[in-house]
C-alpha cells in the first residue's frame, strides 16, 4: 500500500475518532442547554426592560474600531443608530486607514450627533479599542466589529444579560450574513453548535470563555477593575474575558442579541483567520497560564484545563496518532479498519453530529438554516483542517510572527433578508 493512501486512512481514522469524541462531549452539555432555555423562558426584562440590573436605561457607548473598513463602517452604524435603546453613542475609531474609512466615520458624525469620529495612527486594535473606552461617556461599553449589522432590539437585549450584579460582560450572538457560498452555509449550520448549543451550556456553568469580538458588553466599572484590552494579543477578546473572570464577574450569554457579520468566503480567509484566533488562544493561555484547573477560579478554572486539552494539546495529539496509523496501515493494511459504510460514518462521528447540528439550530431558533444539512460531510475536512491552524498558529507563536489585524478581506454580501433593505442613505 502507498504511503499517500496509508496517510489519507490515518487522517480520515483520526479526524473521524476526534468527531467522535468531541460529540460525545457536546452531548453531555445538552441538559445545561436546556435549563439555560428554562430560565431564558421565566426570565422578565426587568423596569426599564433591560433586564433587572437597571432600574433605567444605561447610557451606552458602542466602540466601534476600524481599519481600512470604508465599505462596511457605514452600513455597522446606521444599523446601531436604529436601535431602540434611548441612551446611546456610537464611538468610530479609524485605526490609521487610507481608503477613506475615517472620512466615511467623519460623514455620519456629521450626520448625527450620537456619532464620534476618532482617527489615530496605525497601531491595531487593541490600542484601537482603548482609544474608544477612553473617549466613551456611556455605563456600559459595547464592543464591537465594523462589518456588524444590528438589528433594532440587539442592545436593549443585550443588557438583559446582566441579570446580577455579579455580571461583568454580556457575549452577544454573532450570526453570518454571507450565505452564498458553499463554505459560508457550512459555517453558518456547524457555527449554531457553537453558539446555540455550547454558550448556553457555559453559561450555565459559569464557563463562558469568551465575549465576542462582534458583539460583547462590559460594564466601565468592570473594565475599570480589570484594566485596559491588551496591545500585545491578537485574541484581545478572549484575553479580556478571561480578565474578567480572573477579578471574579460572571460573563453571560444573550443569544436573542444578534449581529450579523461576514464569515470568510474562501478557504484562504478561513485559514487567516483561524490561525487568528488560535494565536489568540494560545497567547491568552499563556499569559493566564496560572488560571489552568485553578479551583481558586472556580467552575472556569475547571473548564480552562479541558479547553486547553481540547483546543491546544489535542491537535498535536492528533498528528501524533495519525502517524502511529500510518506506519499501521503500512505494516498491517487495512483490514481492521471498518469494512461497510455505516460503520466509517458511525467512526468519523456524523450521526452525533447530524444531531447535535439540528437540536443546536433549533435552539438558536434558526430552522431555515436546517436546509444546508447538506454541507455536514464536509465537517470531517474542516476538522482537519482546524488542526493544522492549530499547528501553524504554534510555528507563528514560537517564531514571534508579528502580530497584525490580518482582517478578512470584505465583499459586502449580505444574504439575509431585511437588512438590505433598512439600510439609510449613504450606506
Known amino acids: 500500500m502507498s504511503v499517500l493512501v496509508a496517510l489519507l486512512t490515518s487522517l480520515v481514522v483520526v479526524v473521524g475518532a476526534s468527531l467522535l469524541v468531541v460529540g460525545l ?30 432600574t433605567e436605561p444605561p447610557s451606552v457607548s ?22 431602540d435603546h434611548p441612551r446611546l453613542e456610537v464611538v468610530c475609531v479609524d485605526d490609521g486607514s487610507s481608503d477613506g474609512t475615517y472620512a466615511r466615520m467623519r460623514e455620519l458624525a456629521a450626520a448625527d450627533p450620537r456619532v464620534h469620529a476618532i482617527h489615530q495612527e496605525n497601531a491595531g486594535k487593541g490600542a484601537a479599542l482603548n482609544t474608544g473606552i477612553a473617549a ?24 438583559r444579560g446582566f441579570r446580577s450584579e455579579r455580571v461583568g460582560a454580556v457575549c452577544g450572538n454573532d450570526r453570518p450574513v454571507n450565505l452564498d457560498r458553499v463554505l459560508t452555509r457550512l459555517l453558518s449550520l456547524i457555527s449554531h453548535v457553537g453558539t446555540g448549543l455550547m454558550r448556553r451550556a457555559l453559561d450555565v456553568l459559569g464557563c463562558m470563555p469568551v465575549v465576542s469580538g462582534n458583539v460583547g458588553a462590559f460594564r ?13 494579543t491578537l485574541g484581545e477578546d478572549l484575553e479580556l474575558t478571561w480578565r474578567v473572570h480572573r477579578a471574579g464577574y460572571g460573563v453571560t450569554f444573550a443569544p436573542d442579541a444578534l449581529v450579523f457579520a ?11 483567520q483561524r490561525v487568528r484566533w488560535a ?148 450606506s
Request: net charge positive; with cysteine.
Open 25 to 54: 462531549i457536546r452531548l453531555a452539555f445538552v441538559p445545561a442547554a436546556v435549563v439555560f432555555e428554562v430560565r431564558q423562558r421565566r426570565a422578565t426584562p426587568g423596569p426599564a426592560g433591560c433586564g433587572p440590573l437597571f
Open 62 to 83: 458602542v466602540v466601534v474600531p476600524a481599519y481600512e473598513e470604508a465599505l462596511l463602517i457605514g452600513n455597522c452604524v446606521e444599523s446601531i443608530l436604529r436601535s
Open 136 to 159: 466613551a461617556r456611556g455605563d456600559v461599553l459595547v464592543l464591537v466589529d465594523a462589518d456588524g449589522l444590528f438589528r433594532p432590539d440587539t442592545l436593549t437585549r443585550l443588557l
Open 220 to 232: 466601565r466599572d468592570v473594565l475599570e477593575v480589570v484594566g485596559p484590552v491588551r496591545t500585545d
Open 262 to 272: 461576514e464569515s470568510p468566503s474562501s478557504v484562504r480567509g478561513l485559514w487567516r
Open 279 to 426: 494565536r489568540g488562544l494560545l497567547q491568552a493561555t499563556a499569559l493566564h497560564r496560572t488560571m489552568i484547573g485553578n479551583p481558586r477560579y472556580g467552575p472556569f478554572g475547571v473548564y480552562l484545563l479541558y479547553n486547553t486539552l481540547a483546543q491546544v494539546v489535542a491537535p498535536f495529539l492528533q498528528v501524533l496518532g495519525a502517524v502511529v496509523l500510518v506506519v499501521l496501515v503500512l505494516v498491517q493494511g487495512t483490514s481492521w479498519l471498518p469494512s461497510s459504510l455505516w460503520q466509517w460514518l458511525l467512526l468519523v462521528g456524523l450521526p452525533l453530529s447530524f444531531v447535535l447540528l439540528v437540536v443546536a439550530v433549533l435552539m438558536d431558533r434558526s430552522p431555515r438554516d436546517l436546509r444546508y444539512l447538506w454541507t455536514v460531510g464536509l465537517w470531517p475536512a474542516y476538522s482537519a483542517l482546524m488542526t493544522f491552524v492549530v499547528l501553524d498558529a504554534a510555528r507563528l507563536e514560537i517564531g514571534r510572527a508579528e502580530n497584525k489585524w490580518n482582517k478578512l478581506e470584505r465583499s459586502g454580501t449580505v444574504s439575509v433578508s431585511g437588512l438590505v433593505e433598512e439600510q439609510g442613505p449613504g
